[in-house]
């Protein structure tokens, strides 16, 4: 089962590798999920790699409360996340979208598609069969804006999409 730990922006890389050194135990994964966007540095554009949900890291794990206590030995702000008094996993429903929109290595890769009218075709990357959740797209800065479900909220994320053509829409 999945859960969300808090920790400090900016700090979630750092977390991920003093847990993997120091805490985790066979069938346990911590990790961070990445985002793809492309930036023009200097005439090129270049893939770079971003922090999806920042202040935030996963836990893969069968048993939360073992995990909580080894936590203690990180001496840095950590908080697993809960539901009043008791630590609840992530639903399935959460889970299964968010493995698939990270694949293995929890990494949303940059996207690809076109307009046709006014409708949002994606024919290569993480975002594809995902044009429905589409809350804002900013083909200047190569982003779109979708709803992700976590916790049983809905949190806005920004994912790397290139509209690559417009295709007048055909009558």
Request: aromatic share 10%; charged share 35%; glycine share 12%.
């Amino acid at each position: 089962m999945w859960y969300v730990m808090q920790v400090r922006t900016g700090q979630e890389q750092e977390i991920v590798g003093q847990c993997r050194r120091r805490l985790l135990k066979e069938n346990e994964d911590i990790f961070t999920m990445f985002g793809e966007k492309k930036y023009r540095i200097r005439g090129k554009w270049e893939l770079k790699r971003y922090v999806l949900f920042g202040g935030y890291v996963f836990i893969e794990t069968e048993n939360i409360e073992d995990f909580r206590i080894r936590l203690y030995q990180i001496k840095t702000m950590t908080k697993v996340l809960k539901n009043g008094e008791d630590v609840v996993p992530i639903e399935p429903e959460e889970e299964a979208f968010l493995r698939r929109l990270g694949g293995e290595g929890h990494v949303a890769e940059y996207s690809e598609g076109y307009l046709e009218g006014g409708r949002l075709i994606v024919t290569e990357g993480a975002m594809q069969g995902y044009e429905g959740k589409v809350k804002r797209l900013d083909r200047h800065r190569r982003l779109v804006t979708i709803e992700v479900p976590l916790l049983g909220h809905l949190v806005e994320i920004q994912l790397g999409l290139g509209v690559v053509r417009r295709v007048p829409e055909e009558t």
